[in-house]
């Protein structure tokens, strides 16, 4: 089966943040992220993109939202889960190329996406919960998405417990 340019922009960016996030934080520089990315952007399939100008457009759209979030944001500490699964009720959970971080006493998953479909964003929600249960036995306070051909960010889910308190 044909990989759509949109499946390969997300491969490509899970295995750009995998390494980014491999570093440490104060290794995070521009130039550093923009050196990489020349490198990995060399592994795409230009074929898959219906022309040059949608391949050159939508990367610098990555480019451009990736290093906003990478650089501008610092929480306290993060870490990068490649893969994580657990099953619940004869339910497959699987969690990847997700970010935790804290900020403040504060934990928030957050995943960087390529498109945003409902139920891909439910299982999300499902397994960042049951990890967060598994890794740190409390529910996570965030799970966020950050869309990199819009910048937006979504919150997904938030903790009801702070919201109350």
């Avoid at 970010?99 to 499902?126: A, C, G, N, S, W």
Wanted: hydrophobic residues 35%; charged residues 30%; contains cysteine.
């Amino acid at each position: 089966m044909k990989v759509t340019w949109k499946e390969e922009l997300q491969l490509f960016v899970d295995d750009v943040i995998e390494l980014v996030y491999q570093w440490p934080a104060e290794n995070r520089s521009t130039i550093r992220i923009l050196q990489l990315i020349e490198r990995k952007q060399k592994q795409l399939n230009h074929s898959n993109f219906p022309d040059f100008g949608c391949y050159y457009l939508q990367l610098a759209q990555i480019i451009d939202h990736l290093l906003q979030q990478t650089i501008d944001h610092k929480p306290d500490l993060s870490w990068f889960c490649k893969y994580w699964e657990t099953f619940e009720r004869e339910e497959k959970l699987t969690l990847n190329h997700v970010i935790i971080e804290e900020h403040q006493q504060e934990r928030t998953f957050k995943k960087f996406v390529i498109e945003r479909d409902p139920e891909e964003m439910k299982l999300y929600r499902k397994s960042a919960i049951q990890c967060s249960y598994h890794m740190f036995h409390a529910l996570p306070d965030r799970i966020e998405t950050f869309h990199l051909l819009t910048g937006e960010s979504y919150i997904e889910w938030t903790n009801p417990q702070r919201l109350s308190s």
